[in-house]
């Protein structure tokens, strides 16, 4: 479960810095309102990664917590460089949570195939929360133009 645990953590830090980003580097007529939502989400992730390494450390593991552990073993795809408008973070943003969302419930279903009914409870709980922040982004590419 640790392994687990720390493969999930990864992609967590992963998330939370691509979040960062986008907040950082939005620009366009959407700019105040995305660069609100980034930083949320960033926020948000905050507490995922915490909670995930927290487990970890209960259950008896060490975490691999750092920014190069996080390059190293996350299965993330790679955000885009460069990019500076609302549709282009929003469309990396989107595909970064869904990627995001995927893992954790995958993250679900061998927590309970490991009767570990706890951490498959957090594991839920944060898939929670990315599903929200996924249809939050996603909203943006519904309404025409």
């Known amino acids: 479960m640790v392994e687990l645990l720390n493969a999930r953590l990864a992609d ?6 691509q979040m960062k980003q986008a907040h950082w580097n939005v620009k366009g007529p959407n700019f ?3 660069h609100k939502l980034f930083d949320e989400i960033y926020e948000a992730t905050e507490e995922y990664v915490d909670k995930i390494a927290e487990r970890a ?3 008896g593991g060490t975490v691999n917590g750092t920014a190069r552990a996080a390059v190293a073993n996350s299965k993330l795809p790679e955000f885009p460089k460069g990019i500076v408008t609302g549709v282009a973070h929003v469309q990396a943003v ?4 869904a990627a995001y969302a995927s893992e954790i419930r995958d993250a679900i279903d061998k927590a309970e195939k490991h009767k570990d009914a706890d951490s498959a409870d957090l594991f839920t709980e944060v898939s929670r929360g990315a599903d929200k922040w996924l249809w939050f982004v996603e909203a943006h590419t519904q309404a025409p133009s």
Do not use: C, E
């Open 12 to 17: 967590s830090v992963d998330l939370h810095l």
């Open 32 to 34: 105040i309102g995305l």
């Open 57 to 59: 450390v209960m259950l």
């Open 94 to 97: 989107t595909k970064a949570l």
